[in-house]
């Protein structure tokens, strides 16, 4: 899944992309508001994390103007004004959380997951597809009652395969939602990732598909 970072401080941008990254999360970065307006225009992300204090369009007006465009496009801001006059503003132009630095990163990350469950998995907390059972809570994959253990760019993979089930999804998103405009994208990436899925969900009555020219389809065994 894909996450835009709006954040002016050098060294918090780049601590949060880290996290994230190792998260499994694919992170870019704006810099001020006039680049996030740009970028958040022209690509569609999962999420975005917000500053207000922005350089050349602050927060706020970048807010509304994403909400003119992208009514659904979730948004959680993260800030360190904590007046509460700030608070309902931010909630009322449209955000859906507000938080407020210093912040811990734990935290952050669970209201990430929240946000992002309740957008792509209508707040359930448990989704089923074949034999398999997903905790989009914890970001945990059982067969049975058999945990799975998927590295971080393993279960991006599989949350987007289980987003899209018996819809093709391209190399190319995957590619783009797990790095983002930079990081690794050698051409075999995905495939070893693919392969790694294919061996550790064997037995659990799913299968990955490969349409060639196309992409991957998760659909269940036949």
Same mark, same amino acid.
């Given at each position: 899944?894909?996450?835009?970072?709006?954040?002016?401080? *050098? !060294?918090?941008?780049?601590? @949060? %992309?880290?996290?994230?990254?190792? *998260?499994?999360?694919?992170?870019?970065?704006?810099?001020?508001?006039?680049? *996030?307006?740009?970028?958040?225009?022209?690509?569609?992300?999962?999420?975005?994390?917000?500053?207000?204090? !922005?350089?050349?369009?602050?927060?706020?007006?970048?807010?509304?103007?994403?909400?003119?465009?992208?009514?659904?496009?979730?948004?959680?801001?993260?800030?360190?004004?904590?007046?509460?006059?700030?608070?309902?503003?931010? !909630?009322?132009?449209?955000?859906?959380?507000?938080?407020?630095?210093?912040?811990?990163?734990?935290?952050?990350?669970?209201?990430?997951?929240?946000?992002?469950?309740?957008?792509?998995? &209508?707040?359930?907390?448990?989704?089923?597809?074949?034999?398999?059972?997903?905790?989009?809570?914890?970001?945990?994959?059982?067969?049975?009652?058999?945990?799975?253990?998927?590295? *971080?760019?393993?279960?991006?993979?599989?949350?987007?395969?289980?987003?899209?089930?018996?819809?093709? %999804?391209?190399?190319?998103?995957?590619?783009?939602? !797990?790095?983002?405009?930079?990081?690794?994208?050698?051409?075999?990436?995905?495939? %070893?990732?693919?392969?790694?899925?294919?061996?550790?969900?064997? &037995?659990?009555?799913?299968?990955?598909?490969?349409?060639?020219?196309?992409?991957?389809? @998760?659909?269940?065994?036949?």
């Amino acid at each position: 899944m894909r996450i835009l970072i709006v954040e002016d401080d *050098a !060294l918090l941008a780049d601590s @949060l %992309v880290t996290s994230l990254k190792q *998260a499994g999360y694919g992170v870019d970065c704006a810099k001020n508001g006039e680049e *996030a307006d740009y970028i958040l225009s022209q690509q569609d992300y999962d999420l975005t994390v917000l500053d207000l204090g !922005l350089p050349k369009m602050d927060g706020f007006q970048l807010l509304k103007r994403l909400r003119e465009r992208k009514p659904l496009a979730p948004v959680l801001i993260l800030t360190a004004r904590d007046a509460l006059e700030d608070r309902v503003k931010g !909630l009322d132009l449209g955000a859906d959380d507000y938080m407020t630095k210093p912040f811990d990163l734990p935290e952050l990350e669970a209201r990430i997951r929240a946000l992002l469950r309740r957008a792509n998995w &209508g707040g359930n907390e448990l989704v089923r597809f074949g034999g398999l059972s997903f905790d989009a809570s914890g970001r945990r994959v059982y067969c049975a009652d058999r945990p799975i253990d998927l590295s *971080a760019r393993e279960m991006g993979i599989f949350e987007l395969l289980l987003m899209r089930a018996g819809k093709v %999804v391209s190399k190319e998103h995957l590619l783009e939602s !797990l790095y983002g405009w930079e990081g690794e994208t050698g051409d075999n990436a995905i495939e %070893v990732y693919i392969h790694r899925l294919r061996k550790k969900l064997e &037995g659990c009555g799913v299968n990955i598909a490969t349409v060639r020219g196309l992409g991957y389809l @998760l659909d269940t065994a036949k």
